[in-house]
């Protein structure tokens, strides 16, 4: 018996059936709309610096429309809790976590089996999806991509540490997952001073307006928002999804699930 | 290998689910039996280390419960109706083998072996969808196999087949208890275990109320009412006799046919045989009607503190 082997059997266990799970379908909802949007948004309104007659002021409405409304704030954390929370919490709700945690992995290596499935295939498909969003977005769609890629990265790797923290803490993870993406991180990232700073997005959204800010690219409302260096927020990003790795094992290593029998 | 509890209590908040439980499974078929509630599966998932001990300790072996180095050395079967439904029987054996980390040929091997001897080979290419309680019963049982622990816990592995089902289970365990490997049952249907188990443990409100061979455990309910059946001739003679003794709480008349309850069986008997010979009195048949698992169970339930 060999525990190398048995925890590269569960990574790809976990692999083969989140990719092939309900998440993936849900996810793909999301990620056709996005891109029928940006479609009809670029040939009816263009995003080549033609028609708005400058190529910065077209980036800049390609950054705020798709990056920032629909990519960063909507699709990245979907597709990251699509995934991220099923392949701990979908386990756990089906009661099939039970077959794990009767074989002779430790606890701590299960979640993380669970984690290295997740994340390539979270990141794959953000990264994937928003480099043919910025291909189909045109020129301004490539300078966007190369510019806020570190910022994608970085966020859906934090995400995706982050819905994992709620799978092994809470039940119904999915959920509340969901209600902190949608209002959680945009409620608070909404508000003024430095309690935006609690969430991943502000992070990630300093990064972007940060990286465009040579393009013209600034916030709304600069009084409310005052963005991070990049550096720092990467940093902030980076830390994020270590300590809740680091949470995560910690805490399904501790703790009994009594809802599986 | 030794499955023990020592002073195990286990609290779920202010709820009790085993209450200073100790005791020492060896080799051989061990039946425990409760009613739903009772602390049976409380003691199952203490013992596969899903649960955590309040206080006292759970070991496998020389291996604390809760660590992975024991989990090398049970096989358990959950009383759930939970699988990766999506995969056939086969594959969800063969990858629950190789998260033991054997090698692809020797899970492959190990898996094919432990569907032949739950007898699911032929069947086990169906989707587990697709399959019939029995079949996923089997299936679960099978999972539990394939590292050939030397304990065995299994948790109602009879519920949901049917008798050929259950013949054909019970010699699998025979068979592997004769290997020497320590087998804990679980069940509430009392019949189910009663003709497999070498050894039975009887749990009420998380304590054990008895413990070792059936007629052990009656033996211990000597403050018990038990009931036996006589057809005798004649009836109301052998009725008014019995009732003269102290050992006989009351006898009820029907036709030949006398139910008699009575607190100490061992004396009881003695008493008939001596009216017998005495009285001349014909017994046409003497029956007990109680020493059944249930009745025991029904007994130690009430008695349990």
Redesign the interface.
């Known amino acids: 018996m060999n525990l190398w082997r048995a925890f590269v059997t569960l990574v790809m266990l976990s692999f083969r059936r989140l990719l092939w799970s309900a998440s993936t379908l849900m996810v793909a909802f999301p990620l056709l709309g996005c891109a029928l949007f940006l479609l009809r948004r670029r040939y009816t309104f263009g995003y080549e610096g033609a028609a708005f007659g400058d190529e910065q002021i077209a980036f800049g409405h390609f950054s705020e429309e798709l990056v920032l409304l629909l990519f960063v704030s909507f699709i990245m954390p979907i597709c990251a809790l699509a995934y991220a929370t099923t392949s701990i919490g979908g386990d756990r709700e089906d009661r099939t976590l039970l077959f794990l945690l009767v074989r002779p992995i430790p606890r701590w290596l299960v979640v993380l089996a669970k984690l290295i499935a997740t994340l390539p295939l979270v990141v794959g498909l953000v990264v994937g999806s928003f480099w043919i969003y910025c291909r189909l977005a045109g020129p301004v769609g490539r300078m966007a991509f190369d510019l806020y890629l570190p910022a994608v990265f970085y966020m859906t790797v934090a995400y995706v540490s982050l819905f994992h923290l709620f799978a092994v803490s809470f039940r119904h993870s999915t959920i509340i997952a969901l209600v902190y993406s949608l209002f959680m991180e945009i409620l608070i990232g909404s508000m003024p001073g430095i309690v935006k700073r609690v969430t991943v997005s502000f992070f990630g959204k300093s990064m972007i307006f940060e990286m465009g800010a040579d393009h013209g690219l600034q916030p709304p409302n600069p009084q409310w928002f005052v963005p991070m260096t990049t550096r720092g927020a990467g940093m902030a990003l980076v830390a994020i999804s270590i300590a809740g790795v680091l949470l995560t094992l910690w805490i399904f290593s501790r703790r009994e699930y009594r809802d599986l029998t | 290998m030794l499955l023990s509890f020592d002073h195990v209590t286990k609290l ?1 908040g202010p709820v009790v689910g085993v209450n200073d439980m100790s005791c020492r499974i060896g080799p051989g078929i061990t039946g425990l039996l409760g009613a739903n509630g009772a602390g049976k ?1 409380t003691m ?2 203490l013992a ?5 001990v309040t206080s006292g300790s759970v070991t496998l072996g020389e291996h604390d419960a809760w660590s ?2 024991a ?2 050395c ?1 096989g ?1 079967s ?3 109706n ?3 439904e ?1 995969m056939t029987g086969r594959e969800f054996v063969y ?2 083998t ?6 692809a040929r020797e899970a492959r091997e190990r898996s094919e072996q432990a569907l032949v001897d739950v007898g699911m080979i032929d069947r086990a290419d169906r989707h587990i969808a697709g399959c019939s309680h029995g079949m996923r019963q089997r299936i679960k049982l099978a ?1 539990a196999l394939v ?1 050939d622990p030397p304990i065995l816990l299994l ?1 109602e592995p009879m519920n949901g087949i049917d008798p050929g089902g259950r013949r054909d289970i019970g010699e699998l365990l025979i068979a592997q208890a004769s290997k020497g490997k320590t087998i804990l049952v679980s069940s509430h249907i009392l019949v189910e275990v009663e003709h497999l188990a070498d050894s039975i443990l009887m749990i009420a409100r998380g304590r054990i109320v008895a413990s070792g061979t059936l007629s052990d455990v009656r033996n211990l309910i000597d403050d018990q009412p038990f009931t036996v059946q006589l057809v005798v001739e004649p009836s109301r003679r052998m009725a008014s006799l019995l009732l003269a003794f102290d050992e006989v709480n009351s006898v009820e008349v029907r036709g030949d046919t006398l139910t008699v309850r009575t607190r100490k069986p061992a004396q009881f008997f003695a008493r008939v045989g001596e009216l017998v010979m005495r009285d001349a009195i014909v017994v046409h048949k003497m029956v007990s009607l109680d020493t059944g698992a249930d009745a025991v169970f029904g007994y130690l339930e009430q008695g349990a503190p």
């Open positions: 779920y599966s199952m998932k596969s280390g899903q649960l955590r992975s180095a989990k090398r049970f358990f959950p009383d759930i939970s699988f990766y999506e990858a629950m190789r998260l033991y980390g054997y090698t999972q590292n948790d």
